[in-house]
T-cell receptor, first 110, second 116 residues
Framework: DAGVTQSPTHLIKTRGQQVTLRCSPK?????VSWYQQALGQGPQFIFQ???????QRGNFPDRFSGHQFPNYSSELNVNALLLGDSALYLC?????????FGSGTRLTVV | AQTVTQSQPEMSVQEAETVTLSCTYD???????LFWYKQPPSRQMILVIR??????QNATENRFSVNFQKAAKSFSLKISDSQLGDTAMYFC?????????????FGTGTRLTIIP
């Protein structure tokens, strides 16, 4: 049973560029949440998608946007990258009975 | 808004000993879940243990147990007979128990090192 799959695992981008991160949820899960984990910190909630709509959003600027597809997979897009966007981005899927996290995408902005 | 505080940035203990990680939280909710997650160098968050706030009995999972003090808003994790594989970052997390809400609020973590 495949868990949560995230791609790519590592990414280096230049300040001002745009990036797209991808997440495939665990089989049977219909909700996808995204978290940003800065170095040495706990994950911070970005937003959550359910039935292809954003259901909840954390305290992140509009540069952070997302999408959920009919097969429940999801994308996180970040525009106009800043150096401070460098972090581990974690995707988690759920179905009301518990969360499963992926191994994350390490984004470095230079 | 909910907050989760972990006051121990780092801890170390000898293999086979017992260690307790501390967590306090602040919320006005009466119905919620509390979690401990482990994050090894592989980066994946792994659920260690879950506590439902309406249950008075402390949760246990093999060598892992919690001391849940609802009035004091305290939720500590005890690891017994610690093993080298327990070396990791440990995060305490909170979730409201509301249908359609599955947002986790995390603490800043405790880096635990098990010494051979």
């Amino acid at each position: 049973d495949a868990g949560v799959t995230q791609s790519p695992t590592h990414l280096i981008k230049t300040r001002g560029q745009q990036v797209t991160l991808r997440c495939s949820p665990k089989s049977g899960h219909d909700t996808v949440s995204w978290y940003q984990q800065a170095l040495g910190q706990g994950p911070q909630f970005i937003f959550q998608y359910y039935e292809e709509e954003e259901r909840q959003r954390g305290n992140f600027p509009d540069r952070f946007s997302g999408h959920q597809f009919p097969n429940y997979s999801s994308e996180l897009n970040v525009n106009a990258l800043l150096l401070g966007d460098s972090a581990l981005y974690l995707c988690a899927s759920s179905s009301g009975s518990g969360y499963t996290f992926g191994s994350g995408t390490r984004l470095t902005v230079v | 808004a909910q907050t989760v505080t972990q006051s121990q940035p780092e801890m170390s203990v000898q293999e086979a000993e017992t260690v307790t990680l501390s967590c306090t939280y602040d919320t006005s909710e009466s119905n919620y879940y509390l979690f401990w997650y482990k994050q090894p160098p592989s980066r994946q968050m792994i659920l260690v243990i879950r506590q439902e706030a309406y249950k008075q009995q402390n949760a246990t999972e093999n060598r892992f147990s919690v001391n849940f003090q609802k009035a004091a808003k305290s939720f500590s994790l005890k690891i017994s007979d610690s093993q080298l594989g327990d070396t990791a970052m440990y995060f305490c997390a909170f979730m409201k128990r509301i249908a359609g809400n599955e947002k986790l609020t995390f603490g800043t973590g405790t880096r635990l090192t098990i010494i051979p």
